[in-house]
């Protein structure tokens, strides 16, 4: 890859992270809110050096050599070759030279390296879609962090709670707050194949980007699964089953649903947030 192609690709680059970051909330299907200053930063650091490279190399066309002209190189290694008045040696250093010259301006590097354009225009012109269920069939922990005391749960019916607040007071309350209440939440649909006439309500949260990603996942008892990866919310009560009684750690992690609407996708699709009610 030539050095002025090189320039044109942090250029796209650059403007394609700014897309993303600047002109779109795009950038929160791959990393978490908080690290947006630094998705800016970068991206003005790339349009930088590439402007600085465009003007070194001068895009869009780089300096071509004519069939006669002679590089630097070549004319010094033949007025060196002039001083020492060695006649074959002026030869031989006119020949080293001209070879020189020749690969430098056919310096070309791996063809591999064009692939680099690829994720470039992917971020330009389409963006891949967050993970999804894919990703959360794969991921059976519903890791919560431990909670010393529960809020009393909102008097609203029903009671709008996080995945996250779900799974939590399912295992961990001993107050049995959710017993014989009517909660809502939302995530987006993954197929349950280890059990016929059950599907799961997702949410995906992150740490820091995408790649560290876990699940939350809930049950889904008493109504048909939507296409995998829809946005829905959910209204229900706790489902017992198993034999584990609600508040203990083996409790299961299950609704059975009442009812089962479609909603839009959240702008950040990684936040379990709590839902509003419609």
Not at 183 to 209: E, I, Q
Request: hydrophobic share 40%.
């Amino acid at each position: 890859m030539r050095r002025h192609v090189q320039a044109a690709l942090l250029l796209l680059t650059g403007s394609a992270v700014l897309h993303i970051s600047v002109l779109s909330q795009v950038y929160l299907r791959y990393v978490k809110e908080g690290l947006r200053p630094f998705l800016v930063a970068s991206a003005v650091l790339l349009l930088l050096l590439g402007v600085v490279g465009a003007v070194r190399d001068g895009l869009p066309f780089a300096p071509r050599r004519t069939a006669g002209e002679e590089t630097d190189d070549e004319r010094t290694d033949d007025g060196q070759a002039a001083d020492d008045g060695h006649a074959a040696d002026d030869e031989h250093q006119h020949g080293h030279g001209h070879g020189h010259g020749h690969g430098h301006g056919h310096e070309s590097g791996p063809r591999v390296a064009w692939l680099l354009f690829l994720p470039v225009l992917a971020l330009l012109l389409y963006a891949p879609p967050a993970l999804g269920s894919y990703t959360a069939a794969r991921e059976t922990d519903n890791a919560v962090a431990r909670v010393a005391e529960f809020d009393p749960l909102p008097e609203a019916d029903p009671a709008p709670l996080a995945l996250s607040g779900f799974i939590a007071r399912v295992q961990q309350d001993r107050d049995r707050s959710l017993a014989g209440r009517t909660v809502l939440m939302t995530g987006f649909v993954t197929p349950a194949k280890d059990r016929a006439g059950t599907w799961y309500l997702t949410r995906l949260v992150v740490s820091c980007c995408a790649a560290d990603s876990r699940s939350l996942r809930v049950r889904v008892h008493g109504a048909p699964a939507p296409p995998a990866d829809t946005w829905v919310t959910v209204t229900g009560t706790w489902h017992p089953g198993g034999g584990s009684a609600l508040g203990t750690a083996t409790a299961p992690v299950a609704i059975d649903a009442r009812t089962v609407r479609r909603v839009e996708e959240p702008v950040n699709p990684y936040q379990d947030t709590t839902p509003l009610l419609p």
